[in-house]
Structure formats: structure tokens, C-alpha cells
């Protein structure tokens, strides 16, 4: 059964740094595309990076710059580090496998102050 569990959410000020974390299991990580979306009430879920089985990456214009997306196959797990976070970076964000989509976990909330 897959498992995709999202933390690192949290509360931050304008222009600080968050380190999402998306914990996999039940298929074998190192062959699937994995990325992170995020979501505001009321708006489409929309997709932020995304990373390669060989680790290429591309990012929604919005985060380009600031945000990174890594992953360890070791460890089955895919990290989204966000630097320089805005207040309309406020969202919960989600891990999901972007060619096979998954029942949607539960995310993890960032919120940004200003």
C-alpha cells in the first residue's frame, strides 16, 4: 500500500526558510517522479516542484529561485526546502506521485507571516 506522509510544516515570518519532508513507502521509491503541491481553501491544487527518478528537477515559476526539491533513495524520502517564504506561500502542501496520483494525504500546513 503507498504511503505518502508530508511534515515540516509550520509558522514563519516573511523571508524566512522551511524544510518540508515527504516520507514514502509501499512501492519502490527510486522509480517514480515525486512532487509536492500545495493548496489554498478554495483554489485548485497547484503543482510546485516536482523531481525525476535520476533527480531532475522543475519548479512552477512562482518558487523558482527559492524553493529546492531533493530526494534520497536511500531513504525514501523527498524534501522541499523553501527559502525566502512570502505570505502567498501560505498553503498546505502535499506529496503525491505526479504520473500515478495517489489518495491525497492529509499535507502539512505552511503558513507565512507578513
Known amino acids: 500500500q503507498v504511503q505518502l506522509v508530508e511534515s515540516g510544516g509550520g509558522l514563519v515570518q516573511a523571508g524566512g526558510s522551511l524544510r518540508l519532508s515527504c516520507a514514502a513507502s509501499g512501492f519502490s521509491f527510486g522509480q517514480y517522479n515525486v512532487a509536492w503541491y500545495r493548496q489554498v481553501p478554495g483554489w485548485e491544487r497547484q503543482l510546485v516542484a516536482s523531481i525525476g527518478r535520476r533527480g531532475t528537477t522543475q519548479y512552477a515559476d512562482s518558487v523558482k529561485g527559492r524553493f529546492t526539491i531533493s530526494r534520497d533513495n536511500s531513504k525514501n524520502i523527498v524534501h522541499l526546502q523553501m527559502n525566502s517564504l512570502q505570505p502567498e506561500d501560505t498553503a498546505v502542501y502535499f506529496c503525491?506521485?505526479?504520473?500515478?496520483?495517489?489518495?491525497w494525504g492529509q499535507g502539512t500546513q505552511v503558513t507565512v507571516s507578513s
Open positions: 503525491n506521485l505526479p504520473y500515478t496520483l495517489q489518495p
